[in-house]
């Protein structure tokens, strides 16, 4: 069973990853990023919590934003693995995923990490859109959709993430380095951390991981 976390910067392209490795192992893509977003365009109160936070780039607590994968990681479709994409991003939250793995009978058993230098991320987020409707991620220099400005797995129109400004990404990174790359030791420690180059082809990144899940599941 696959029960995996995907790791990296922001703008390392976990969420182009994402997309293909649950469609190739048929589990969940649980990304948290995601899932605020969709609470703020539902305007929820977790949503109206979290807005604020994640348009200035910072992290949003971990109380709320562990209940929020507490209560995702218990749903049934989770039963036969899942991929975790932007949580854990502290030790605080890697702690408690640890002790609910263990109290749910699913824990975590592989760490995919992305890194990309700095200078690449920096361009890649200038550039990127995404599909607010299903998720998928695009760039307007190299990784355009087919049609421009719109989606070409299910046709929504494209946007810019707020959060996606030179100002918002620059926090975005310095809480990376301060809070999240501290969690690379922690796996490597744990023996579940498998490192990956991101830049380059994302296509030829794929193929790299699917092998290397192929020969864990
Ligand atoms: P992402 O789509 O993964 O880049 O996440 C977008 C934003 O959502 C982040 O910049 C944070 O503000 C918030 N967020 C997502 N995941 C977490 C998390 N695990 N812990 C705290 N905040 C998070």
Redesign the pocket.
């Known amino acids: 069973m696959l029960n995996i976390i995907l790791m990296g910067p922001?703008g390392a392209g976990k969420g182009t990853q994402a997309v293909d490795i649950v469609d190739e192992f048929h589990i969940p893509h649980i990304?948290?990023?995601?899932m605020?977003r969709e609470n703020i365009s539902k305007g929820t109160e977790l949503g109206r919590k979290a807005k604020e936070?994640?348009d200035r780039?910072?992290?949003?607590p971990d109380d709320i934003?562990v209940a929020m994968v507490k209560d995702r990681l218990s749903k049934d479709d989770c039963a036969n693995g899942y991929l975790l994409d932007?949580?854990?991003?502290t030790i605080p939250?890697a702690e408690a995923l640890k002790a609910l793995g263990e109290e749910i009978g699913r824990p975590v058993n592989t760490v995919i990490d992305i890194s990309v230098p700095d200078q690449v991320l920096i361009e890649r987020i200038a550039g990127r859109r995404v599909c607010p409707k299903c998720g998928a991620s695009y760039n307007v220099n190299t990784m355009k959709p087919s049609v421009e400005g719109i989606c070409d797995r299910c046709g929504a129109e494209l946007i810019q993430r707020k959060?996606d400004n030179a100002e918002s990404f620059a926090v975005?990174l310095k809480n990376y380095y301060e809070s999240t790359q501290p969690l690379l030791d922690y796996y490597k420690k744990a023996g579940l951390l498998h490192p990956f180059n991101g830049v380059g082809n994302p296509a030829d990144l794929k193929k790299e991981i699917i092998e290397l899940l192929r020969g864990l599941e």
């Open positions: 922001p990304s948290t990023g995601d605020f936070i994640i780039g910072d992290l949003v934003t932007g949580f854990p991003r939250q959060d975005r």
